[in-house]
């Protein structure tokens, strides 16, 4: 299982920024496919999910501005991000998990990508 993030960038605030899963090994139709975020010193944080049946869920922090998202024929899962505050500056990370459970807790899931990093300058 590979899942390949791409798409951060240095982007001002109140830009926009468009992330990419690409996943290999599992089909993102089939499971549960969340974004974490972790900025310097803090702990990984939930960002967003979609689950299997199309649910998506967000954080409180990023609700109204972010969307998520998947295209089933590319296998990949995206994350619109738009309003973009200094704050919302970490790497990010896809994640995908078959387990049952919140999407919100990072130790549901069993696959990491590799992370993308997203500087957002005030």
């Known amino acids: 299982v590979q899942l390949q993030a791409s798409g951060g960038g240095l982007v001002q605030a109140g830009g926009s920024l468009r992330l990419s899963c690409a996943a290999s090994?599992?089909?993102?139709?089939?499971?549960?496919m969340g974004w974490f975020r972790q900025a310097p010193g803090k702990e990984r944080e939930f960002v967003s999910a979609?689950?299997?049946?199309?649910?998506?869920y967000y954080a409180d922090s990023v609700k109204g501005r972010f969307t998520c998202s998947r295209r089933n024929a590319e296998n990949t899962v995206y994350l619109q991000m738009n309003s973009l505050k200094p704050e919302d500056t970490a790497v990010y990370y896809c994640?995908?998990?078959?387990?049952?459970?919140?999407?919100?807790?990072?130790?549901?899931?069993?696959?990491w990508g590799q992370g993308t990093l997203v500087t957002v300058s005030s």
């Open positions: 090994g599992v089909r993102v139709s089939n499971y549960n």
């Open positions: 994640a995908a998990t078959s387990r049952v459970g919140t999407p919100m807790s990072p130790n549901v899931y069993n696959y």
């Open positions: 979609i689950r299997w049946n199309s649910a998506t």
